[in-house]
């Protein structure tokens, strides 16, 4: 069981916006493949299975989405190994993805409580670009909803994502590094 975690905001007014990168990705998966999310309110997040793939969104807003993967692995018993967590990052431009085995959480407040809830900072990532960001302070260019001239980008980058993390299930981190980094 491989558990995909997209991080984000729940709600209408955070559902555009490039700190919901991860939600968009799952989003687009859930529409591609014809599943659907349910709320699990157990396990602070919604969820969709899929095969032998958990996908969630955490509804727990992103400062603590980490309450959500670890209340999932948890219940499932899934292994850190076995998780990847798609999110934005402010210091790649849009259109670029990168996978990561492990790491700092560079700033992102979401992958901090990720790195807290489950006691490590070897879990797979995979990094959604949002950059540049223009002279204003992160916390508000994140909560902002893409522009419109980005939105064929983020189409594209939402595709490529997606096939991306079907490289990856198929493969692993390190040869989807090497293609998709």
């Not at 968009?24 to 969709?48: N, P, Q, Y």
């Not at 980490?66 to 999932?72: K, N, T």
């Not at 960001?133 to 980008?153: G, H, R």
Request: aromatic residues 10%; charged residues 25%; contains cysteine.
């Amino acid at each position: 069981m491989k558990l995909i975690a997209g991080l984000g905001n729940i709600g209408e007014k955070y559902c555009f916006t490039r700190h919901n990168a991860g939600f968009m990705v799952l989003d687009k998966w859930a529409t591609d493949k014809g599943f659907s999310f349910k709320e699990d309110k157990k396990l602070k997040c919604m969820i969709a299975k899929q095969d032998d793939l958990i996908f969630i969104k955490p509804t727990t807003f992103m400062n603590l989405s980490g309450e959500a993967i670890c209340a999932v692995t948890d219940y499932y018993k899934i292994d850190k190994k076995d998780i990847l967590v798609i999110y934005d990052d402010i210091s790649l431009d849009l259109g670029k993805i990168r996978f990561r085995s492990s790491g700092s959480d560079g700033g992102h407040n979401g992958i901090k409580s990720v790195i807290q809830h489950l006691g490590t900072k070897e879990f797979d990532r995979l990094k959604i670009g949002i950059g540049p960001q223009p002279n204003i302070p992160s916390e508000v260019y994140v909560l902002q909803n893409f522009a419109k001239e980005d939105l064929t980008v983020l189409k594209d980058i939402l595709k490529n994502s997606i096939d991306a993390v079907q490289y990856y299930l198929e493969t692993d981190i390190s040869s989807a590094q090497n293609k998709f980094n």
